[in-house]
């Protein structure tokens, strides 16, 4: 990280202790982000781009402030910028009744530069993107391959009243893939995200995404002769893919202690098990965490943006709900420790309680044996769309596609397929989870006003439960 901006960072926790703040804290970022587009063998665009800045949060009289600069070019901003912040607080703090109480928190001084075994190129990305393209375009059926390769740089630097001084420097390389087939008017598509923290190893390794290319074209042209299904109520096995959602939509963001405080429902809604902490809310079959600490994730880092430092949290155990994703203002409500969630999609905006790496546990099922117990049901493969009420209790999440299990075999590819269900009765239904553990990346995570798009893995194994499916046409 370019030393000016850090420097810019220390100073102003310095002319805060001068003013006499509660707190403060400043989050020095750089990132330069590198894309391509490639449509049908023709790269249609690339991309560069650099963004440099500094926020900056502060409590005054119990109440927060925050700004943010974009290329901060003296100290002299950053210090008008402050002084109006300060300002703006005292102009409401009279009718302010709640004050802000934040857990302690051990300093650290700490510098952590994120293993990159194999550096990312745009010439690099490109090649690799042409590549997919065309084994997606090989496929018979298929009329369109779009591939979105990208890759960013990050430096992030976290200084506080408190005497942290984190800087952490890493690397996100992710390809994202669509493959549309067309036959007798019947047209279909199938999408695919690869990638994760580190270098091109990421998306490389094992040949990963050649494979993925040439698995989301020979599914998208066998979707074309598939088969609508009848709606019913029956056994469904979901695999990792499609889990990874389920978990994000469902278990996933009700466990984000300002969600089950109500603090999000004019905008984005509440939790459906708030009050519900220690008591049962699923099959015991059910273990559910949040892991930042997960290597190569795109979850994974080891200290948030209020420079907590990251762990296992714990959210599910055997069924039981056990704790919520906590920042340090929330723990001072719930008399729980922070768990290292707190993260903001860059500096221009305030840190929220967000996912890391928000999990279902692994099982001790084989995948095969958990379809072998099936008389009739359905294998439902890869997230699509979810639709969830604001509590997240109703949820339907469509799936890429599902297949038919009769008599403990696979048969038919079934299209266009929705699964339905609510939250505590589906989780109880949950008989077998698998041993099949995977991390999928999630790009565009949701969340606040102004809204904030973050990037985050969610996973688990195939697990088996009961729900509602039918077909959208």
Known sequence: MDSRLLNLADKAIKYSEKLGLQYCDARAEQQKRKSALIENNETEHVRINDDVGIGIRIIKDGMWGFFSI?????????????????????????????????YPNIPKKVKIDFPVLKKPSLDKIISLGIECNKIILETPKIIKSVINPWY??????????????????????VIEMTATAHEQGITQSINITEGGRGGLEQITNKNKVQHSAKEI?????????????????????????FVSLLTHEILGHPSEADRVLGKEMAWAGGAWWKNKLGTKIASE???????????????????????????????VEKGILKNHMQNRETSKIFNSIPTGNMRATNYRFMPLIRMACTCIGNGDWEVNEMIKGVKHGYLISNMKIPSIDMKRYNWSISCQYAQKIENGEITDMLKDVIVMGTAPEFFESIDACGNDFTIRPITNCGKGDPMQSMIMGNGGPTIRGTATVKSVN
Request: negative net charge; without cysteine; hydrophobic residues 30%.
């Open 217 to 241: 074209g020979v599914k998208a042209a066998q979707l074309t002769s598939a088969k609508p299904i009848k709606e019913e109520k029956t056994t469904v096995i979901m695999n990792p893919d």
């Open 285 to 315: 079959n059910l273990n559910v965490f949040d892991d930042p600490t997960i290597k190569e994730s795109l979850g994974w880092y080891y200290f948030d943006d209020e420079g907590v430092e990251t762990k296992k949290t714990t959210l």
């Open 152 to 173: 960013t740089v990050n430096s992030k630097y976290f200084v506080n009243t408190e005497g942290s001084e984190i800087q952490q420097n890493f690397t996100d390389v």
């Open 70 to 102: 974009t290329n901060p070019k003296s100290f002299e901003q950053i210090k008008e910028s402050m002084d109006y912040s300060i300002k703006n607080i005292s102009n409401r703090s009279k009718s302010q009744k709640n004050k802000v109480d934040l």
